[in-house]
């Protein structure tokens, strides 16, 4: 008997190779959950765990910041929103502070270059989100991840035509999960504006690699998946609107 259950599309080969080829694997996990929300009214609320699957880190996590972004971290200190200006990138406000945390080089729509402190993975972990909204970023999304097959993929593909499609969404807070020299989790809520304001985690692994921070990705996607919320209960509040 032929199974005709519908598939799930995330099990798709062809949709997690088209995810890494775009550059869009940033943002499609957002998407997945939004639209998984939307068709969801219960009130069972998961939340999403803070410890990565990840390779150990490569490279020295003492190297400088390859824009000269003074700084270094052991350990985060970041315990309130910073005081920072926001621009808007693609669809989202980022937070920029060319002389502190980062960017510290910025092309048009495409930011690169934060501080070795855990307010500049904050930072990275933010503007990687907000350039993959820009279909203009996508033949150097490359540039803004870690060594490996994902980076691999996003950089022989060139440019792609990418879209977010009426998604929506901004920062709304933030906690530093765990944090090193060399590595990051930096748990981001967006506020879903496109939805009527529904909250979600996203939690982004960074690895500080050549200077600056670089997003973890694998083949199938984030380390760690996000998760809705039903409040910012935990997170340091924190929006450019």
């Avoid at 599309?9 to 943002?27: E, K, Q």
């Avoid at 350039?131 to 490996?148: F, H, I, K, P, V």
Wanted: aromatic share 6%.
């Amino acid at each position: 008997m032929t199974n005709t259950a519908p598939r799930n599309p995330l099990s798709r080969p062809g949709f997690i190779a088209a995810a890494i080829i775009v550059g869009i694997i940033l943002l499609a996990a957002i998407i997945v959950l939004v639209t998984s929300l939307t068709r969801d009214t219960g009130d069972n609320i998961t939340q999403p765990t803070s410890n990565p699957t990840s390779t150990a880190p490569n490279g020295d996590a003492a190297d400088k910041s390859v824009c000269g972004l003074s700084g270094l971290e052991t350990k985060s200190s970041l315990t309130l929103a910073p005081p920072n200006e926001w621009e808007l990138v693609g669809s989202v406000a980022a937070p920029t502070d060319p002389e502190g945390a980062g960017p510290g080089t910025t092309a048009g729509q495409f930011r690169t270059c934060f501080a070795h402190t855990a307010e500049g993975a904050l930072f990275a972990a933010v503007n990687a989100v907000a350039a993959s909204t820009d279909s203009r970023n996508s033949s150097r999304m490359w540039e803004l991840l870690a060594n490996g097959p994902a980076k691999d993929a996003v950089k022989a593909a060139g440019e792609q035509t990418t879209s977010s499609g009426n998604t929506r969404l901004q920062v709304a807070g933030f906690k530093v999960n765990n944090y090193s020299a060399a590595e990051a989790t930096i748990d981001v809520a967006y506020t879903i504006t496109s939805e009527g304001g529904s909250l979600v985690s996203y939690p982004t692994v960074v690895r500080w690699e050549g200077g600056d921070w670089k997003v973890v990705v694998t083949e199938t996607g984030a380390p760690i998946a996000p998760g809705p919320l039903s409040n910012l209960g935990g997170y340091i509040p924190w929006s450019g609107v």
